[in-house]
């Protein structure tokens, strides 16, 4: 579905992950469109102080975690009833924490998981039925070029955007005879709280504000799956050829994202 600037009635879009960095530069790309928004995120002062500064947008805050799926699903019924059924739902929410396995790391590696994977699917959860039988709308997954290879210290990241990568286009074919598209973003290194730590070079590194308004062009378009900055697109597809044997000897001194902290 492609959405237009001349459509009657103003966007409704549904983001999860909205109080920071990626999910908070999309929220304010669909306020100068002026789209009615939900917003979901862990820190509801922060959602708050974005409505504060969008006062003359209909804007909807919904404090919960993603890995609640009751809390999200309760999110979803609310906007559902004030707005009705969104045209745009972002799975945006996402942690990236270092971790090693043997180290005592497992919660670490399950709470990545139920963020990044679980988390996505149970933001679409409560809007695809209904998207199905109206024959309309698009579910948006936030993925990551880390999950086209294992990244050493990064096992859980890179193993949770590899999931969804593959639920997204498995869902994608789902949806397909209903007329809902489904788009897979694939962001590269992107300026956010996120990266701020990596204690190591970034290449092509992209503010969040240019990052979201090619996202918002790429929906737009229709287009079923980029990657922003496009450089990475190349510097992906080379990685995911590599042989394993040069791609183990090239990272395994590789420098990696610090443990998460406590352990």
Known sequence: M??????????KVFITGASSGIGAALAAVYARQGAVLGLVARRGEALAGFR????????AIYPADVRDADALAAAARDFI????????VIANAGVSRGVLTGEGDLATF????DTNYFGMVATFEPFASAMKQARRGTLVGIASVAGVRGLPGSGAYSASKA???????????????FGVPVVTIAPGYIRTPMTAKNPYRMPFLMDADQFAAKTAQAIARGTSFAVFPWPMRVAAAMLRALPRWVYDRVFEKAPRKPRAAGH
């Open 52 to 59: 504060q500064s969008h006062p003359d947008h209909p804007i």
């Open 81 to 88: 009833a004030q707005y009705g059924m969104p045209d745009i």
């Open 163 to 177: 999931a969804a990568l593959a639920y997204l286009e498995a869902l994608r074919v789902e949806m397909r005879p």
């Open 2 to 11: 492609r959405h237009s600037a001349m459509q009657d009635a103003p966007l």
């Open 110 to 113: 399950r709470d990545v998981m």
